[in-house]
């Protein structure tokens, strides 16, 4: 009897406490923001009066979401008790958000329906990450670094129906980078960048000593033997092909960018990162001398909006034609202020794209700077959670797979709000788990699945096997 | 009280709660820092202690002498690489072949994704196998013998 005690009591102890705690204010935050934006649509001059409160039907879809989120966390308490307990949490509140923004914007866009199909995409979402855990369970994490090249393979035929695709639709059209599935339409790219950081992940952890040693040598520089470097430059050529072809800068920066933090974190030789970026400024500054399309990309950066009142001809012409999304998402950012419009009482129709590419804008209208402030707070914690468990992870493989997953959500949340601030030329990159987009939720989900199952790893070598 | 005053007051609840949510966040990655670097001092106060060994028996194609006496620490990786525990410059054996930890006194032995295999007593290591002393723990081509 004591002893069954002790042990319910060792359980009590173990539930993951930690992890309910972090998912009580994410529910509060969206239960209230849901309210607000059902309140919004009332008269603002009326009184508010409890019998026209939204009913509990009217805020099924975010209880819904978290039924689903609280379900993930008892799954987690079953199966993997001592997995990271912040992750979820975090990733909670940000798709939550995430659906609470496409259900605002669906009418302003005209698609009523968004905010559930977003609902049905976390929650598929969420499935997809458990499932993950499950199937990396029984084998160890190393079965991913055995398929390495199956990996790099399934990933160069994503490529290949990209590149086919972009050459046969209109390169001008926002979407030409997506596959059609029956029904769906689905972007290679989520799942390129995976298959990217795996393959970089179990090349590097077997190929870095002979990398970090370097084969050549010039003065004082070591350069790798080139029989090893030969995936690497094939990586470069495909980033390459992928901004002058597909015309994705958005990927082909992303690519390159985990590229660039992989070879780092992997051989600890800052002469490799160095000369990959003179590399990559040398052809981009010969791109943007030879090619127009590069040229209309960049000319939105040196656009000065502040002084739109001695704007010439010229300067109107471009903000109404090739600057207008930018143009317009700044000035929505500027509307939104300091302590922003207010969620649902934002005017986000003007900025085209707004539910995806420009997403970081319309939350940036509704919910000000300080939002915007708790929002990259959200993400810096995933990606220090992410690097946590890089750093705890006990083998070189789970480590760079973690590290380089994070630097995914890392470079994707950069390139995006920089590309909507006008600090970079825009693309089409989304901004993980609050842009509207089936693949960009799933792919995400994913990622963190692979980064909860490592975590998992790690405890279960630190603490036994029990 | 108006329904646009109401909503002011929703919006400030909102930016109150987000930002409560993030020190939240805060305040548990900090206790779950602290709980980590104590017990990581702990374990760094002994420095790793020798807990076993490999005693190489049939040392295949190398010229390790058979008799060969590798020291386990509580996290042991056998492999090519330089930063591994023990370090076998051996073709055959991969950039990190093998992992052992012991744990509740047992030890357990994995492969770590290698081309030629571990194997404990001619099983194959590709899951986690336990072992105990007296096992004959085969790496690549070298068969060791764990002892205490």
């Known amino acids: 009897m004591a002893q069954m005690t002790q042990r319910s009591s060792g359980g009590f102890r173990r539930y993951r406490w930690t992890e309910l705690g972090l998912f009580i204010l994410p529910i509060v935050i969206l239960l209230l923001e849901m309210t607000q934006l059902l309140l919004t649509k009332l008269d603002p001059a009326s009184t508010p009066d409890l019998r026209k409160f939204p009913s509990i039907q009217e805020l099924t879809p975010i209880i819904g979401l978290v039924a689903v989120l609280l379900l993930a966390h008892i799954v987690l308490n079953i199966f993997f008790r001592k997995t990271d307990q912040f992750l979820l949490p975090l990733v909670g509140l940000l798709s939550g958000l995430g659906v609470l923004m496409a259900t605002r914007l669906g ?6 329906n968004q905010g559930n199909k977003q609902l049905v995409w976390v929650v598929v979402g969420l499935v997809i990450c458990l499932g993950t855990i499950f199937a990396l369970r029984n084998r160890n994490i190393h079965w991913l670094a055995r398929y390495k090249y ?10 290949c129906t990209t590149l086919v695709n972009a050459l046969h639709a209109n390169l001008d059209t926002p979407t030409h980078d997506q596959l059609k599935l029956g029904p769906f339409a689905f972007q290679p790219s989520e799942l390129l960048k995976i298959c990217v950081v795996i393959f970089f992940a179990a090349y590097l952890s077997e190929n870095s000593d002979v990398l970090a040693e370097g084969g050549w040598r010039i003065g004082r520089l070591h350069l790798p033997p080139l029989r090893q470097l030969g995936p690497i430059a094939l990586m470069l050529f495909i980033s390459l092909i992928l901004f002058l072809v597909v015309r994705e800068l958005g990927l082909a920066l992303l690519i390159y960018g985990i590229f660039l933090s992989m070879i780092y974190l ?7 990162v160095l000369v990959s970026v003179a590399v990559a400024v040398l052809l981009g500054f010969v791109g943007f001398k030879l090619l127009p399309y590069v040229r209309q990309r960049f000319a939105v ?6 002084n739109w009142q001695n704007w010439s001809d010229a300067d109107t012409h471009f903000a109404s034609n090739a600057g207008y999304q930018v143009v317009q998402g700044l000035i929505a950012v500027s509307s939104g202020g300091i302590l922003g419009a207010g969620f649902g ?5 003007y900025v085209p794209v707004i539910q995806s590419d420009m997403v970081f804008t319309a939350f940036a209208e509704e919910f000000g700077l300080i939002g915007l402030f708790a929002l990259m707070g959200i993400y810096l914690f995933v990606l220090y959670r992410g690097f946590r468990i890089a750093i705890e992870a006990t083998d070189r493989f789970s480590k760079l797979l973690a590290a380089g997953l994070t630097s995914i959500f890392a470079i994707q949340t950069l ?4 590309g909507n601030l006008k600090l970079m030329p825009l693309t089409g990159i989304p901004l993980p788990f609050l842009s509207y987009g089936g693949s960009s939720v799933i792919g995400n989900f994913i990622i963190i699945g692979i980064l909860l199952r490592i975590s998992y790893n790690t405890a279960l070598e630190r603490d036994g096997m029990g | 009280m108006q329904l646009d005053t ?3 007051i929703l919006r400030i ?3 109150v709660l987000l930002y409560l949510f993030l020190m939240q966040v805060v305040i548990a990655i900090t206790r779950d820092l602290r709980r980590t670097s104590a017990s990581s001092e702990d374990m760094d106060s002994k420095g790793p202690p020798v807990l076993g060994h490999l005693i190489v028996v049939d040392s295949g194609p190398t010229n390790i002498l058979p008799g060969t006496r590798f020291d386990l620490q509580p996290q042991t990786i056998i492999g090519r690489g330089p930063t591994n525990t023990i370090q076998i410059t051996e073709n055959f054996i991969s950039s990190e072949h093998t992992r052992l930890w012991f744990r509740n006194g047992m030890w357990y032995v994995q492969d770590a994704g290698s081309v030629n295999g571990t194997y404990v007593n001619n099983q194959p290591a590709r899951e986690v196998i336990s072992a105990k002393p007296g096992d004959i723990i085969r790496v690549g081509y070298i068969q060791f013998k764990l002892t205490a």
Request: a negative charge.
């Open chain 1, 415 to 418: 390139i995006i709000s920089a």
């Open chain 1, 301 to 306: 950066v040196g656009f000065d909006v502040v």
């Open chain 2, 13 to 15: 609840l909102f930016i």
């Open chain 1, 345 to 349: 009482l934002g005017h986000p129709g």
């Open chain 2, 6 to 8: 109401f909503l002011l």
């Open chain 1, 266 to 272: 992997g051989t600890n030789k800052l002469t490799y």
């Open chain 1, 150 to 159: 199956t990996a790099a393979l399934f990933g160069v035929i994503l490529f």
């Open chain 1, 107 to 112: 009418p302003a866009i005209g698609d009523v």
